[in-house]
């Protein structure tokens, strides 16, 4: 399978506790995306890495929230200190280097629920 | 600021007749401007992309788009709607002059097609 792959699929945490996601992406793309998606909404964008260099950040990401893309290849979402409004689809896309023009590529998601 | 947005929540069509989903945009400058699709529990797959030329672009699927830039819309179209095709759409936008390339999404809709 060559697609973006993430884990775990689902995780269900208690409140107060923390959690890491991990995204593998395409082997030749360059640039990562994380998202979130809550019930009934659109995908809302967390924050983008080129190679290991995390470029931008959405207000979104509070500092609860840390990513990182050590070796510019996997990237880890942590979330610490979960609260119940953290409960959502987290999303991980790739896409490869060149124009802007070029499609993201979006792993199947980790659907974290905080109970 | 760039946004996107999808009017209507459901479309329901039945199996064999056209289907169009609609979606508008706002974004400063000259816009790309992307479909995607989502199968319950599973990620997005892209379906089509606008970036210039032919305003009318062919995609994965049989679906097709218009992109019409005087009403800022990239409405989402098939000829002959399968009931397979019955899955959530999402609109995106990206700004051209946007270097991290993050896509804004719009809230999707639920596209229904009965036999």
């Known amino acids: 399978d060559t697609g973006v792959s993430q884990d775990p699929r689902h995780k269900i945490t208690k409140r107060g506790q923390n959690v890491t996601f991990r995204c593998d992406p395409i082997s030749e793309h360059n640039r990562l995306y994380w998202y979130r998606q809550t019930l009934g909404q659109g995908p809302e964008f967390l924050t983008y890495?080129?190679?290991?260099?995390?470029?931008?950040k959405s207000r979104l990401l509070s500092d609860r929230f840390s990513a990182e893309r050590p070796k510019g290849s996997f990237s880890t979402l942590e979330i610490q200190r979960t609260e119940q409004g953290d409960s959502a689809m987290y999303l991980c896309?790739?896409?490869?280097?060149?124009?802007?023009?070029?499609?993201?590529?979006f792993g199947q998601g980790t659907r974290l629920t905080v109970v | 600021a760039q946004s996107v947005a999808q009017p209507e929540d459901q479309v329901n069509v039945a199996e064999g007749n056209p289907l169009t989903v609609k979606c508008t945009y706002s974004?400063?400058?000259?816009?790309?401007l992307f479909w995607y699709v989502q199968y319950p529990n599973r990620g997005l797959q892209f379906l089509l992309k606008y970036i210039t030329g032919d305003n009318l672009v062919k995609g994965s699927y049989g679906f097709e788009a218009e992109f019409n830039k005087s009403q800022t819309s990239f409405h989402l179209k098939k000829p002959s709607a399968l009931v397979s095709d019955s899955a959530l759409y999402f609109c995106?936008?990206?700004?051209?002059?946007?270097?991290?390339?993050?896509?804004?999404f719009g809230q999707g809709t639920e596209l229904s097609v009965k036999p």
């Open positions: 995106a936008v990206r700004a051209q002059y946007n270097q991290g390339g993050k896509l804004i």
């Open positions: 896309a790739s896409s490869r280097p060149g124009s802007l023009n070029t499609e993201a590529f």
């Open positions: 890495f080129q190679n290991e260099a995390q470029l931008e």
């Open positions: 974004v400063s400058g000259n816009p790309y």
